[in-house]
């Protein structure tokens, strides 16, 4: 019945596109030549069927019947016409982060949410689309987040304790990204419940379930740096909710872990957490309450290197952290603004600019303008002894890579990260542990219209029309 009335509601477009169509139906007619013959000539076609007129008009008025069907093509297309794709039932999305780990097994919000998710699926009605699972998450090896269809284990699982450790064993629950929802309505889903521990989450045509969320209490990295003075990496922590590490153990190839001994760190409290100085730089883990937090402890930079009479120029002026040989960072002349692994630099007159404060910590230092070089330099600038900061934070951005590092880009889980073959590690970003305060909006997005039909169907009609207008004339 609705798309009944639908179809109702397309004629009267459909009409009013049709009266130019018409109008200059009519006015061919009126301007039509006429040439008068004796019909004796001419076969006795009286037998003819009645649609043999109908066609003969419609040869002589090709363009004209191709502008009508044109016209009730866009008048469907007004009226909404093809309808978006069948909705495929309700979806119910899990939030795959981090969080939903938070405290004893049985009393986590995944738990929870395995639950609540299997209740939606029981409430299904006979002979109505199942309910489907999908799992919001990261991919830890495409390095990107993702939205995977494990409506297999909704199915199977008899019970909330078997789901929740199949979306265990397939998730890794590191962190979400809440725009991937609006591909739900694109692949022609209809209802999106989401269950998720995040109190900041507002949902735009996405029905919010809330779970119970855990006091927080973490272990996170702050910073990790190389200290000159002392020749170690010192990496700072910040803890919360009385969280203490236990101990610290050294990661080696594939995720080995062997526990440190007594020389290779030390480890000074501060009133946020506690520092640690490692002698060996590389990846580490700290465990604490039975969890593990790996992290890279940065070995001594690179030296900077030099390519260019301008770039020779600035690291002959600091030499300290220049050097012939090296994997650091190249100074270049002008040219190569913003691009991974190098610093270009470019000779200023006019300094009427100051270098961006995030690239200066905060100095005020004098600077040109060029578009095609991350520093323009001048008297004032060379003049200056804070103009040195930004190569200073590029030699100390520069990390060594692993000696051992090999193509493969398979990742090894690590407690709550994972660990690359090139020695990087990936954590749960801090708002995973701790609230941030930020509102985040997961909108439903609305179905595709299937423009593209309409535009192909109008295409090959008007294709047509040049092709039949081409080959009249030629004939003529």
Do not use: N
């Not at 962190?175 to 989401?194: C, I, K, M, P, Q």
Request: with cysteine; net charge positive; hydrophobic share 45%.
């Amino acid at each position: 019945m609705p798309d009944r009335i639908a179809l109702t509601s397309a004629l009267g477009p459909i009409a009013w596109l049709l009266v130019p169509v018409i109008a200059l139906l009519f006015v061919a007619l009126r301007l039509r030549r006429r040439l008068v013959y004796p019909h004796e000539l001419l076969a006795d076609r009286s037998g003819a069927r009645p649609t043999a007129l109908l066609l003969r008009m419609m040869r002589l008025y090709f363009d004209t019947a191709l502008d009508a069907i044109c016209a009730v093509v866009v008048g469907l297309a007004l009226a909404g016409y093809p309808r978006p794709a069948a909705d495929k039932g309700p979806v119910v999305v899990m939030d795959a982060s981090a969080s939903m780990l938070a405290g004893m097994r049985g009393d986590r919000p995944l738990d929870e949410a395995a639950r609540l998710a299997l209740s939606y699926y029981s409430q299904d009605e006979a002979g109505a689309r199942r309910t489907r699972l999908f799992a919001l998450g990261w991919d830890p090896t495409r390095r990107r987040h993702s939205l995977t269809d494990r409506s297999a284990l909704l199915e199977t699982a008899k019970s909330p304790q078997e789901l929740a450790a199949g979306l265990e064993s397939s998730e890794s629950f590191m962190s979400v990204d809440y725009a991937l929802l609006a591909g739900l309505a694109r692949r022609g889903y209809g209802e999106v419940t989401l269950l998720t521990d995040d109190a900041s989450v507002e949902g735009l045509g996405v029905e919010i379930v809330r779970l119970g969320a855990k006091p927080p209490r973490y272990l996170l990295l702050a910073t990790a740096a190389w200290d000159r003075g002392s020749g170690k990496s010192v990496a700072r922590f910040v803890a919360a909710g009385g969280a203490e590490p236990d101990s610290l153990w050294r990661l080696g190839p594939g995720g080995a872990a062997a526990r440190a001994k007594p020389e290779d760190y030390e480890i000074r409290r501060s009133p946020s957490g506690f520092e640690l100085a490692l002698a060996r730089p590389g990846p580490w883990a700290v465990r604490w309450d039975g969890r593990l937090l790996p992290f890279v402890a940065p070995g001594p930079p690179e030296p900077l290197r030099a390519r260019g009479t301008m770039a020779e120029r600035v690291i002959a002026g600091l030499k300290p952290i220049g050097g012939a040989t090296g994997r650091g960072v190249m100074v270049v002349d002008r040219g190569g603004a913003g691009r991974p692994g190098s610093l270009s630099v470019a000779a200023a007159r006019d300094e009427s600019w100051l270098l961006p404060p995030r690239t200066t910590l905060g100095a005020l230092v004098a600077s040109g303008l060029d578009r095609r070089a991350d520093l323009a330099l001048g008297p004032a600038a060379f003049a200056s002894a804070e103009a040195a900061t930004p190569f200073w934070l590029a030699r100390a951005s520069s990390t060594p890579t692993a000696d051992g590092a090999t193509g493969d880009s398979r990742p090894t889980r690590v407690g709550d990260g994972y660990l690359y073959p090139d020695e990087t590690v990936v954590t749960p970003p801090p708002g995973e542990y701790a609230p941030t305060g930020r509102r985040v909006v997961a909108a439903a997005g609305s179905p595709p219209e299937r423009r593209v039909a309409v535009a192909l169907a109008l295409a090959l009609l008007y294709g047509l029309k040049a092709w039949l207008g081409l080959r009249r004339r030629r004939a003529d």
